[in-house]
């Protein structure tokens, strides 16, 4: 962990005299790069779709995608079914769920564009309009709350020179509250993207941006 500037880069467990990289804990030095079109069908639906590298104008469906789709729908009795995963795609592909976005999926489903678009605004985890390449989430609830999460929040606006909601200049960050990441053991939680960052404190924000941002360069 001595190359890591603060003690949590997003993972959990890493503790006492345990010295892991995230990749021995996360296990991506043995599954390797996440494979468009999905890999197994099993698992096709179950990606994290919040990343870094965004195309909005990028197709849906098509190509590996397209495959990966029919995967998804191989494992749901009906396409209504398979709407979140689908959904959760269209994010991973082009970092947000537009009105358009919602009407081609609605149409791969064979689904109406209204029962689309109401299920999409019922779920804060689809982004509505785009966001930065790093989506930074910061638990607000209660434990994280009374661990001082509104200065984490705070610290992220600062740093980001932003308000709740907007993206930064340089593109990098958006930063919103969350209602609850289901950390409360490990306050103040911060879910960027994919990823957890847990007992944030003030003081760690810009080393954790900075982080962020080197990853990316």
């Known amino acids: 962990m001595s190359d890591i500037p603060f003690k949590n880069p997003g993972w959990a467990g890493n503790t006492g005299e345990f010295e892991l990289s995230e990749e021995?804990?996360?296990?991506?030095?043995?599954?390797?790069?996440?494979?468009?079109?999905?890999?197994?069908?099993?698992?096709?639906?179950?990606?994290?779709?919040?990343?870094?590298?965004?195309?909005?104008?990028?197709?849906?469906?098509?190509?590996?995608?397209?495959?990966?789709?029919?995967?998804?729908?191989?494992r749901y009795?009906?396409?209504?079914?398979?709407?979140?995963?689908?959904?959760?795609?269209?994010?991973?592909?082009?970092?947000?769920?537009?009105?358009?976005?919602?009407?081609?999926?609605?149409?791969a489903l064979e689904l109406s564009?209204?029962?689309?678009?109401?299920?999409a605004t019922f779920y804060?985890?689809?982004?509505?309009r785009p966001v930065g390449r790093h989506l930074v989430q910061v638990c607000t609830n209660i434990s994280c709350n009374l661990a001082g999460a509104d200065e984490v929040v705070d610290a992220f606006l600062?740093?980001?020179?932003?308000?709740?909601g907007e993206t930064s200049e340089d593109g990098n960050f958006t930063v919103i509250e969350a209602e609850c990441l289901a950390a409360c053991g490990f306050p103040t939680c911060v879910q960027i993207n994919?990823?957890?960052f847990e007992n944030v404190t003030p003081t760690e924000v810009p080393k954790i941006?900075?982080?962020?941002?080197?990853?990316?360069?």
């Open 158 to 164: 600062k740093y980001t020179d932003t308000e709740l």
């Open 209 to 217: 941006c900075e982080h962020l941002k080197a990853e990316g360069e």
């Open 24 to 74: 021995e804990v996360r296990g991506a030095d043995f599954v390797g790069d996440r494979p468009a079109d999905g890999g197994h069908a099993s698992g096709a639906g179950t990606m994290p779709y919040m990343l870094a590298h965004k195309e909005p104008e990028a197709p849906l469906f098509d190509g590996a995608y397209k495959d990966r789709l029919e995967k998804i729908l191989s």
């Open 77 to 107: 009795p009906t396409k209504q079914a398979a709407l979140l995963p689908a959904l959760g795609l269209a994010q991973e592909i082009r970092g947000h769920v537009s009105p358009a976005s919602m009407d081609e999926v609605a149409d």
């Open 124 to 128: 804060t985890m689809y982004n509505k």
């Open 194 to 196: 994919s990823r957890y």
């Open 113 to 119: 564009s209204a029962y689309v678009r109401g299920v």
